[in-house]
């Protein structure tokens, strides 16, 4: 893991900045010099908050030579300009999920990524977890045999009772697809490698959502992007999963996500946690078997703790020095591809087939 010293400039002190401050402090040699954004009066009330010694506009971020890495924290419809900005001013950057909202726009930060020599990230990490990664391990060593078919079911994250201004989650780059997608979605190619085709269907529920969070600055917003949709996607290995992702579902017993094997089921915890039970029923089992966790916890199941961010960072910090990279531009940019493809297929009515593949990334326990 990282060895140096790598110095951070945050762009976005939006809700989720305190959530990277305080998971970035668990690692002492991620050091955050700097925060940006285009409201400088919150960059300046987020830098006095965490102590962080130094803040502006975003263009001071670009600019200032002390930042090695840039952590993108802007909404998603900005992810891509901001990237590439921030890669042409030389920095490595880890973005927030998704890479950015449409296939052209990830392929132009990646070829961006790829002439400026900067090393790309993206979220979501918390595949780097342990739930995920003993999911992973399970699978890898066959306890379940071969795996066949899949389940992945989204419930509302109801953003409306505790975001202050989550009109972006309900417009294009956000919903269901591409807000929760992408947990779900990087789970699933982590376990079951690349996506192939992709048939969708998706609707919007409710076309005016009434925010109650507290310390909202709207009172409702027009629903622009699907908010309920339902999808069948084949991997290259040729196992069939079955999605639900909706922000019209308020409550649920469906599982997060099950995979079903020739010997056996897997039902994974919460994609969107770090940590969290991972259950195995193989036949003949007469109840399920909760599996000894793969990796050290990232923190207390069932608290604030699994809401923090930093392992994503990590993994760019390591691989900035040569280390393997997981959170890696290929793998997100395959799970962006495949998101919007679910997203075009709702929309044109049609099956659609993935053009990008990517590697599985290197599993982080050891066999
Ligand atoms: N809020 C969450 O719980 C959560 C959880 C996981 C991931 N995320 C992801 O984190 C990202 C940010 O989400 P959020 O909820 O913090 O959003 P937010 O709207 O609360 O904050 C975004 C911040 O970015 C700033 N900004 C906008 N455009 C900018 C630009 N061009 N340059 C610099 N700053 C700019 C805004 O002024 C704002 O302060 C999104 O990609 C989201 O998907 C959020």
Not at 36 to 50: F, L, N, P, Q, Y
Not at 78 to 90: K, P, S, W
Request: net charge negative; hydrophobic share 40%; proline share 6%.
């Amino acid at each position: 893991m990282a060895e140096q010293t790598h110095r951070i400039g945050i762009l976005g002190s939006g809700n989720i900045f305190g959530r990277y401050v305080t998971g970035l402090a668990r690692y002492p040699e991620l050091n955050i010099v700097r925060v940006g954004d285009i409201d400088v009066a919150r960059a300046k009330r987020g830098a006095a908050e965490h102590s962080i010694p130094a803040w502006g506009d975003d263009a001071d971020l670009y600019a200032d030579d002390s930042v090695d890495i840039v952590v993108n924290l802007t909404p998603p419809v900005h992810h891509a300009r901001t990237t590439v900005t921030a890669l042409e001013a030389g920095k490595h950057v880890y973005v927030e999920k998704p890479l950015a909202t449409t296939v052209a726009d990830g392929e132009a930060v990646l070829a961006t990524a790829s002439r400026t020599g900067r090393v790309l990230g993206s979220a979501p990490d918390t595949f780097l977890g342990s739930a995920a990664q003993t999911a992973r391990k399970a699978i890898d060593s066959g306890l379940i045999g071969t795996p066949i078919g899949a389940s992945a079911f989204i419930g509302h994250s109801k953003a409306e009772t505790w975001h202050p201004d989550p009109a972006f989650l309900f417009q294009p780059g956000g919903g269901p697809v591409m807000d929760m997608g992408p947990y779900y979605l990087a789970a699933l190619v982590n376990c079951l490698g690349p996506v192939a085709t992709i048939s969708a269907a998706g609707r919007i529920g409710v076309p005016e959502r009434t925010v109650t969070a507290p310390g909202r600055t709207v009172d409702t917003i027009e629903v622009t992007v699907p908010t309920h949709t339902g999808a069948v996607l084949t991997f290259a290995s040729g196992v069939i999963a079955t999605c639900q992702m909706s922000f019209d579902v308020w409550h649920s017993e469906l599982p997060y996500l099950e995979i079903y094997g020739s010997e056996g089921t897997l039902s994974a915890a919460n994609p969107n946690h770090f940590d969290g039970d991972v259950r195995v029923r193989r036949h003949g089992d007469g109840d399920w078997t909760v599996l000894e966790p793969a990796l050290e916890l990232f923190g207390a199941v069932g608290t604030p703790e699994q809401a923090r961010r930093g392992l994503g960072v990590r993994d760019l910090a390591n691989a900035v020095e040569g280390g393997p990279h997981r959170a890696n531009a290929a793998f997100a940019f395959h799970v962006l591809e495949a998101l919007c493809s679910l997203e075009g297929s709702a929309r044109e009515r049609r099956s659609v087939t993935l053009t990008s593949t990517c590697e599985r990334p290197r599993a982080l326990f050891t066999a």
